[in-house]
């Protein structure tokens, strides 16, 4: 009998056979696992797909929302297709060659990546050829170097262990198909400009109203940054300052009030509040708001108050202590992101293809992790001295390596053994990325080579980014080693016996010093000293008199904008922008918005649906798309309360060692999301469906005419062209609707009538037929237009009743499609021209809506009522 591994993709089995001695066949690396036969297959990521919407519900499709409910609890698998690849590539070929190598298997090993997808890549292939062996997990989180290879199949994990990752697999893949039908409702509403005038514009994808439950509060969170810059208001204040005789010398401190709900609700004059910035801890109460101090004349009298008691001025409170400053954990993704990004000038997206390209060549450890901890069985000496070793041979890394041994083998004249902070025993299936047990030495490092393509489908980062993310990860992992840095810190606070700013009877003033006295891991990689600032010692009670005060001038300034690199840590740390505890804790236990190997794409998806832009800088700006779809959505659709509420319950499924008890879960959490999705569904029908506005014109480009009537607008309005305008559709029209309403003296475009008329006449197009890029901007093109498709509009009425009447009298295999025939005017008008007199001749009465005798007859080739 024979053991079956199953590998995510082809490099993952070369380093996989390598590690276990295992030969490349046909199709296959072969060789013994335990004494026994082993073939090992590869996959292709993903062999299977959900199948699509019309695949499960017949006749559905983009036109009809009516038809979008209910959602089908249908969720059966095919075999994936990927167009354009070759067929020897196709997810078949490689189905196939598993179906194949199972007939003869006693088990079954999944060796794909340690997360839900590489889960799931795995088992949905099994379940689809409906295999029912044993089946084994190798866990292969600690690198692809050969001795983490050889550790995770010599302890593999039963399927109880791991399975439940598959299932909230599938939960989640399951929820987000869901979604597929509010996409096609809001695309629907906004081609009929339901949702604002820049959704549901252009052709294509660019008509599509992409809603996802990860990018909709994505985006949200760009919209509420902009808006919150667009509308700050810059307060100018002032900052008091006092220089104190303390002990043998001189000490500046702080102004530091105490503030209370009382001398908030007193509203002091001269003084403006603002909330509080800090965020609270789980078990604090709300902070209570900042105090500006704004008032000139205010702050001048205290200063003079200051001055005329500053003799009394006594030392209230003074300690010294001690402080320790542990170094920073090994990288999770988003921190090693940030990093690469930075020193390497890369995209945060590109930094990632880079740390995956180093775990996949087997240098690293798994990439995709949102923990920075690592597990305390690292410690023991063989695996940490291990890491250290593989990092030895380069010289920018030696010295600190050979120091960071040297401690924690007992050998360091300064310093003792101890278990540094970074390892931790909670339960990890993932941890920070460290460097593996693969040697790194000076050759290797010269011959590393790209072999990992980016999102592009090809290869787009260097060997020097990733010498650079080596480097980086390694330098993180020794400092991380290294003992924390130690601070004397001095704390004094001072009492002027005077009235302060805030209704106190005496003022408070708050002075620091720190000095650092052993710089531990601040000596490794120049990680630079601190800036000593020290106290003179003082007593508590002493006198300290006010030698003079200082004011400074400051300014209240907006947030920043989010960039490409900090938009994704900014997702993971969303919950410590939000006030309510509970959210709060449940954004910080599900790790935030988005998962860490999602974050990158998020940010590139909102840029590719124009929802949003980057500007100089790699500033994230919010576009006319993004801010109409984020009024158009609800409130629980933007949340990331959403978000964290579904990871919260996926890592509950993960958890489950009972597969019966995780699928029981799955389907519970399925329901749950398709039932409030149909709800809302059933909500834009009642709000839209029966207001519906013009159909929107639907142009890929701008003309030639139209930008120059753009041009010609401006220049006479004297205001300059938005960027983007000219190029697209979508912002033309929206500079035409906002500075060409009414027709102007010598305007070339059509008049305001003649538009509207042209607005209706586009809404009842069919689909496929397309209206000229230039009718909403010239004349002559706009007469055209209504000239030859004005028969495209409906009929009245009275018109369609009367067709009706007269087919109904038709012999039955006379009668036409009545319904093809009443959809337009023109084709209307021809039926009642043919049949009309005919009707009368034979008695029947024309009676209202008829055309009168001798009304011309509509028709031609490629119009409604042709013949």
Same mark, same amino acid.
């Given at each position: 009998?024979?053991?079956v591994?199953i590998?995510?993709k082809?490099?993952q089995?070369e ?11 046909r199709?296959?690396f072969?060789?013994?696992?335990e004494?026994?036969? /082993?073939?090992?297959?590869w996959?292709r990521g993903?062999?299977l797909t959900?199948? +699509?919407?019309e695949?499960?519900?017949e ?5 009809d929302p ?9 969720f059966?698998t ?7 690849a070759p ?6 070929v490689y189905?196939?060659r ?10 079954v090993?999944i060796a794909?990546?340690?997360?839900r997808e590489g ?7 099994l379940e ?5 062996g ?8 600690e690198g692809?170097? *050969?001795k983490?290879?050889q ?5 593999l ?13 599938? /939960?989640? /893949? ?10 096609r409702?809001?695309?629907?509403? /906004?081609?009929?400009s339901?949702l +604002?005038?820049?959704?549901?514009r252009?052709q294509?994808?660019?008509?599509v109203?992409?809603?996802g ?6 985006l ?7 808006l ?5 208001v810059?307060v100018d ?9 303390l ?5 500046r ?7 209370s709900d ?8 001269g003084?403006t509040w603002?909330p509080?910035?800090r965020?609270?801890?789980?078990e ?9 101090f704004t008032g000139?004349a205010e702050?001048a ?13 006594r030392?209230?409170?003074?300690a010294e202590r ?6 920073? =954990?090994t990288?999770?993704l988003v921190d ?7 020193a390497c000038?890369?995209?945060a ?5 880079v740390?995956e390209d180093?775990?996949?060549?087997g240098?690293?450890s798994y990439?995709?992790t ?12 063989a695996?940490?001295?291990g ?25 360091h004249?300064d ?18 990325i ?7 030495g000076?050759?290797?490092?010269a011959?590393?080579? $790209? ?14 980014h990733?010498?650079?993310a ?28 005077c $009235?302060?700013?805030? +209704? ?9 010093g720190?000095?650092?006295i ?11 000293d !601190?800036?000593?600032t ?22 209240t !300034? ?8 900090s938009f994704p =840590? ?6 410590r922008?939000v006030r ?13 918005l ?10 590139e998806?909102?840029?590719a649906?124009e929802?949003v832009? @980057? ?7 919010s576009?006319p =798309?993004?801010?109409d779809?984020i009024?158009?959505l ?5 949340? $990331?309360e959403?978000?964290?509420?579904w990871?919260?319950f996926?890592? *509950?499924i993960?958890a489950?060692?009972?597969d019966v008890?995780?699928?029981?879960m ?18 834009l029908?009642t709000?839209h469906l ?13 003309s030639k *005419? ?7 607008l401006a220049e006479r309005?004297g205001?300059s @062209?938005p960027?983007?305008?000219l190029s697209?559709?979508a ?13 102007d $003296? ?8 003649q ?7 586009i809404?009842s ?6 209206a ?9 093109a706009?007469?055209?237009?209504i ?14 009743r009367?067709?009706?009447t ?8 006379e009668?036409p499609d ?9 084709s209307c *008008?021809?039926f009642?021209?043919?049949?009309a007199?005919a ?9 209202? +809506? ?18």
């Amino acid at each position: 009998m024979t053991a079956v591994i199953i590998t995510e993709k082809k490099d993952q089995a070369e380093h996989i056979a390598k590690a276990l001695g295992m030969r490349l066949g046909r199709g296959q690396f072969e060789g013994t696992l335990e004494g026994r036969a /082993a073939r090992m297959l590869w996959a292709r990521g993903h062999l299977l797909t959900l199948k +699509g919407p019309e695949e499960v519900k017949e006749g559905l499709g983009w036109s009809d929302p009516k038809a979008l409910r209910p959602i089908p609890r249908v969720f059966e698998t095919r075999v994936a297709e990927l167009p354009g690849a070759p067929a020897s590539a196709q997810p078949k070929v490689y189905v196939d060659r598993i179906r194949q190598a199972l007939r003869g298997a006693s088990e079954v090993i999944i060796a794909t990546d340690s997360d839900r997808e590489g889960e799931a890549i795995g088992w949905e292939v099994l379940e689809h050829l409906d295999y029912q062996g044993r089946v084994r997990r190798a866990w292969l989180a600690e690198g692809l170097d *050969k001795k983490s290879i050889q550790k995770a199949f010599s302890s593999l994990r039963g399927p109880e262990e791991t399975k439940g990752w598959f299932r909230a697999s599938e /939960a989640r /893949a399951r929820s987000d198909w869901a979604y597929i039908f509010p996409v096609r409702a809001y695309t629907y509403y /906004a081609s009929y400009s339901c949702l +604002g005038p820049n959704l549901g514009r252009g052709q294509g994808r660019a008509r599509v109203v992409s809603v996802g439950r990860v990018q909709a509060p994505a985006l949200a969170m760009v919209v509420a940054r902009d808006l919150e810059i667009e509308q700050f208001v810059a307060v100018d204040h002032y900052r008091v300052y006092g220089r104190f005789q303390l002990g043998d010398g001189e000490a500046r401190a702080a102004y530091d009030p105490e503030v209370s709900d009382a001398q908030i609700a007193a509203a002091p004059p001269g003084v403006t509040w603002q909330p509080s910035k800090r965020v609270p801890k789980d078990e604090e109460s709300e902070p209570l708001d900042t105090p500006l101090f704004t008032g000139e004349a205010e702050v001048a009298a205290f200063e003079a108050r200051l001055r005329a008691a500053g003799a009394a001025s006594r030392v209230v409170h003074y300690a010294e202590r001690e402080r320790s400053e542990d170094p920073p =954990k090994t990288f999770e993704l988003v921190d090693a992101q940030e990093a690469i990004a930075r020193a390497c000038g890369i995209s945060a997206s590109l930094a990632q293809t880079v740390l995956e390209d180093l775990y996949e060549q087997g240098w690293t450890s798994y990439a995709r992790t949102a923990h920075s901890e690592l597990p305390a069985n690292l410690y023991e000496p063989a695996e940490r001295n291990g890491m250290i070793a593989a990092v030895s041979a380069l010289p920018a890394l030696a010295s600190q390596a050979a120091t960071a041994r040297a401690i924690h083998d007992g050998a360091h004249p300064d310093y003792r053994p101890f278990r540094p902070g970074v390892f931790s025993s909670k339960p990890m299936e993932h941890y920070g990325i460290v460097p593996t047990h693969q040697v790194m030495g000076e050759a290797a490092f010269a011959a590393l080579k $790209p072999a990992k393509s980016g999102t592009s489908g090809r290869i787009e980062h260097t060997a020097e980014h990733l010498r650079e993310a080596y480097r980086l990860v390694a330098q993180r992992f020794i400092q991380a080693l290294y003992p924390p840095a130690r601070f004397a810190v001095q704390e004094a606070r001072i009492t002027v016996p005077c $009235p302060d700013l805030l +209704g106190h009877p005496e003022s408070h003033f708050k002075a620091r010093g720190q000095r650092l006295i052993d710089a531990g891991w601040r000596a490794a990689f120049g990680a630079g000293d !601190s800036e000593d600032t020290t106290l003179p010692k003082a007593a508590e009670g002493a006198g300290c008199a006010l030698i003079d005060v200082e004011r400074e001038s400051s300014k209240t !300034s907006p947030p920043p904008r989010y960039t490409q690199l900090s938009f994704p =840590k900014a997702m993971k740390n969303i919950g410590r922008n939000v006030r309510d505890p509970k959210l709060r804790k449940l954004l910080r236990d599900s790790q935030g918005l988005g998962t860490p190997a999602t974050r990158s794409k998020i940010i590139e998806t909102l840029i590719a649906r124009e929802y949003v832009a @980057v500007e100089r800088g790699g500033k994230l700006v919010s576009q006319p =798309k993004g801010r109409d779809l984020i009024r158009a959505l609800p409130q629980w659709l933007a949340s $990331p309360e959403t978000t964290a509420v579904w990871e919260d319950f996926l890592v *509950k499924i993960c958890a489950q060692k009972d597969d019966v008890q995780a699928i029981d879960m799955r389907d519970r959490f399925v329901e749950k999301q398709i039932a409030m999705i149909e709800r809302h569904l059933e909500e834009l029908e009642t709000r839209h469906l029966n207001n519906l506005g013009p159909r929107q014109l639907t142009s890929s480009k701008v003309s030639k *005419k139209m930008a120059d009537f753009i041009r010609t607008l401006a220049e006479r309005k004297g205001i300059s @062209v938005p960027r983007g305008t000219l190029s697209d559709p979508a912002l033309a029209r929206a500079f035409l609707d906002e500075h060409a309403p009414k027709r102007d $003296p010598g305007d070339t475009g059509p008049s305001e009538g003649q538009r509207d008329f042209a607005q209706k006449i586009i809404a009842s197009l069919p689909a496929g037929t397309e209206a000229p890029d230039d009718v909403l901007t010239d004349r002559a093109a706009c007469k055209r237009f209504i000239d030859s498709h004005k028969d495209y509009l409906p009929p009245s009425e009275g018109m369609v009743r009367f067709a009706r009447t007269l087919a109904e009298r038709l012999p039955p295999e006379e009668r036409p499609d009545i319904e093809a025939i009443v959809a337009h005017s023109g084709s209307c *008008k021809a039926f009642l021209d043919k049949h009309a007199g005919a009707a009368k001749g034979k008695g029947g009465a024309g009676g209202k +809506g008829a055309p009168r005798k001798g009304a011309p007859r509509k028709g031609g080739a490629g119009r409604p009522g042709a013949r």
